[in-house]
């Protein structure tokens, strides 16, 4: 269950109705920027509470590692600035209970802490994986959650492995117990992932949402390393929209953004995956895409297939 807010670019008026503990600032706090950098970027941390030394210290090697993952998608961070705010919630029972992302004319992230959790527990929670990678897209609009969601629950599985805070087989553990759930939800809503996506929030489809996306990003991801042999993927066609086109003001429709990213990757795989996925009230074909990437599914089980030829390969291109 996604515990967090995880909201992606939303327009300034919406943000007066997130929780207002989450974006007050406290009178008493003078906040303190701290900054990083990371490959092509630089991320500044601004405490919003009262932290000591070490705190910080563990805090900001957190936020390093998890800005660092972002950029093994394609070699760099995806904006040359950001800021994070890091607000007090010492009630949580986990270590990053709530994030989002804000987009309205700079880059900005919010993460409610509980700074008494050990630095490892940080290292292995998702949620700054996943906000950071909320950066690499643009805005979409409202309506259209499945295409943001699914593209950062994808990411924050994938990264992480190829950063190294995630190991291999747990990865495709979590990639097919999350299908699992979007799969149940999907059965439950009958709805397609359009009509899911379209009132999310009201409705709370949450599950079918964000991993419907990510099954249509993992399609993606393999169909275009096959049918380019290697020469396209989710890495290149993010970079290169990123290098044309990538900005905190410009909203796209996700239907301009799969025609540019079609166009950029010189292929069809983006619009033909949408088509396939989003209007169908069968969840995206997650067996079929483990079957190519040779990993075997049974009630319980998940093994890899031995190293046989094209299929390892391309799971080892995946998290290379
Ligand atoms: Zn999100």
Known sequence: MCKKACLSLLPFFIYL?????????????KSEKHITYVSGGEVDVYFEFQASPQTKQKLLKWLKVSSETVTTLYGQFPVKLVEVHLYDLPTANEPVPWGEVWKNGK???????????PLASFISDWTASHEFSHLIHPYTGTGSAWFGEGLATYLQNTLRVRQGSLNEMDMWRKLLDGFRRGEHQAQQNRLTLFQASKNMRSTGNYQHVYWGGAAYFLAVDIRLREITKGRESLDTAWHKFQQCCLSENNSWSVETLISKLDQLTETSVFSEEYKNNLFSKNFPDYYNSFKQLGIK????????????????QLRRQIIK
């Open 107 to 117: 880059y900005r992230v919010n993460f409610q802490v509980n700074a008494n959790f």
């Open 297 to 312: 599914v049974s009630s319980n089980a998940l093994t890899l297939e031995a190293n046989n030829g094209s299929m390892s």
């Open 17 to 29: 109705l997130l929780p207002a503990t989450a974006i007050a600032e406290k009178d008493n706090i």
